[in-house]
T-cell receptor, first 114, second 112 residues
């Protein structure tokens, strides 16, 4: 089954403790992206990647890191999480220039930083 | 800056037709997408318009007017299960590729 797999689904952590949210897709998509979703603000892009070893900042990159060493994986790293990073996070992938043109999203990671 | 505007809430009755509008201001434009998200779920892709006109997929249709920087999602024969949030999203060109910007979402309530 074509899918984007995110882990974990839920995470409660303490301020300053480094964490990684994993994301993997099995559709051979070039394009991957991380979004955070907060009430009333929609989906805001954190980082995106157009291919292996090619990443770029989205609209809210502060406090986050990413890497794209393999085509299928795009982990999101919070080196020193803070309470304002409490949010719902989605990883998504897309083929880019071919149909279908939309994203396939992972199931989401609900992160709470205390 | 780049922005997308869509209504925050729309209410309609079962069996009716509802239109959710989206206007955008972006530097560059490749296409307009629509996504559906049920409470507790992930967004799912509905449609993509790159050219002016109407695209129909079952009960859902999406329209784009590039000259007006405007699009809409039309939902026909509304069902209770259509109660969800709907997001418009614009794909804009970036060096080497593109990025996708989402609107804040429209919450659709379908009443019996």
């Amino acid at each position: 089954e074509a899918q984007v797999t995110q882990n974990p689904r839920y995470l409660i952590t303490v301020t300053g403790k480094k964490l990684t949210v994993t994301c993997s897709q099995n559709m051979n998509h070039e394009y991957m992206s991380w979004y955070r979703q907060d009430p009333g603000l929609g989906l805001r892009q954190i980082y995106y990647s157009m291919n292996v070893e090619v990443t770029d900042k989205g609209d809210v990159p502060e406090g986050y890191k990413v890497s794209r060493k393999e085509k299928r994986n795009f982990p999101l790293i919070l080196e020193s999480p803070s309470p304002n990073q409490t949010s719902l996070y989605f990883c998504a992938s897309s083929s880019g220039g071919t149909r279908p043109y939309g994203y396939t999203f992972g199931s989401g990671t609900r992160l709470t930083v205390v | 800056g780049q922005s997308l505007e869509q209504p925050s809430e729309v209410t309609a009755v079962e069996g009716a037709i509802v239109q959710i509008n989206c206007t955008y201001q972006t530097s560059g434009f490749y296409g307009l997408s629509w996504y559906q998200q049920h409470d507790g779920g992930a967004p799912t892709f509905l449609s993509y318009n790159a050219l002016d006109g109407l695209e129909e997929t079952g009960r859902f249709s999406s329209f784009l007017s590039r000259s007006d920087s405007y699009g809409y999602l039309l939902l026909q024969e509304l069902q209770m299960k259509d109660s969800a949030s709907y997001f418009c999203a614009v794909r804009v060109p970036m060096t080497g590729g593109f990025k996708t910007i989402f609107g804040a979402g429209t919450r659709l309530f379908v009443k019996a």
